[in-house]
């Protein structure tokens, strides 16, 4: 089974999307402590929905929180601890792939040739995989045009990919 590791912004865009129960169902998924803590607060759960629903996977053991010694290392960019947290534990974590959105980890990842992917990719393979239908997919990849930081060129592709699976 392939193994997950999150950031905050993925873990909030899929939560939004309603896709992160979905992920974490299927795959095994691990958040640094430092990300918990970033979208699981007490002010963030009695104000967002999403913050939530990632607590109550990581209550369920659904999505597993670990403690990540960061290392100090000079990153190409500077990144929020929990995006560095994150990117050690995959660098330390055999056949582990980071779920990003955030462009400056996406850089780091591209610097250190470590894995990764972007929530809409996720949706595909989601989708590719029979964990969700074609309806469900393209409202989420819509709803992250909406709320997501993505070009209008990254929605387009993942958006024909969609309709070529679909049609294949």
Not at 61 to 68: C, D, E, N, P, W
Request: hydrophobic share 50%; net charge positive; aromatic share 6%.
């Amino acid at each position: 089974m392939k193994i997950i590791i999150a950031d905050s912004c993925s873990l909030i865009l899929l939560s939004k999307c309603s896709l992160l129960a979905h992920l974490a169902g299927n795959f095994i998924v691990i958040i640094p402590e430092a990300v918990l803590n970033e979208v699981v607060n007490n002010e963030a759960v009695e104000k967002f929905p999403d913050a939530k629903i990632i607590l109550s996977l990581v209550s369920a053991k659904k999505i597993k929180a670990v403690k990540v010694k960061a290392e100090e290392k000079s990153f190409p960019v500077s990144i929020d601890r929990g995006e560095m947290e994150a990117l050690v534990l995959v660098k330390k974590t055999k056949g582990a792939i980071l779920a990003t959105d955030d462009g400056k980890a996406i850089k780091a990842c591209r610097y250190f040739n470590l894995p990764f992917i972007i929530s809409p990719r996720i949706v595909m393979e989601l989708y590719r995989l029979d964990l969700i239908d074609f309806k469900k997919a393209k409202l989420s990849i819509e709803k992250m045009k909406i709320i997501g930081r993505y070009s209008p060129d990254i929605i387009a592709d993942v958006l024909l990919e969609l309709e070529v699976l679909r049609n294949a």
